[in-house]
């Protein structure tokens, strides 16, 4: 079992920043997968951003150039640095932990409870 808590959602007006933290507990297997997620009201989680332990990052085209994920290995723990927000990002973010290095996102993993970020125009 892996357990997940993220830290670091709130209010902010658009052009603002905001930096989500997700550390991970328990059965940690070295050789993992942590990301980020979101889902707005009404529409289906997607992919943020990952990063595997061995630094191969994904992200979504609608976060790349304004969204940064980066990770301590020594600490399990992830982040996701967030400038220029649009009121599109508005969603429920959703750390993931996956085993192995898995850079398309999909697959089982362990999920944490999510943190509400809200963008205001």
């Known amino acids: 079992q892996v357990q997940l808590v993220e830290s670091g959602g709130g209010l902010v007006q658009a052009g603002g920043s905001l930096r989500l933290s997700c550390a991970a507990s328990g059965s940690i297997f070295s050789f993992n997968t942590m990301g980020w997620y979101r889902q707005a009201p009404g529409k289906q989680r997607e992919l943020v951003a990952l990063m595997t332990s061995g630094g191969t990052t994904n992200y979504a085209d609608s976060v790349n150039g304004r969204f940064t994920i980066s990770r301590d290995n020594a600490k399990n723990t992830v982040y996701l640095q967030m400038n220029s927000l649009k009121p599109e990002d508005t969603a429920v973010y959703y750390c993931?932990?996956?085993?192995?290095?898995?850079?398309?996102?999909?697959?089982?993993?362990?999920w944490g409870q999510g943190t509400q970020v809200t963008v205001s125009s």
């Open positions: 993931k932990w996956t085993m192995g290095w898995v850079t398309s996102g999909n697959g089982n993993g362990y």
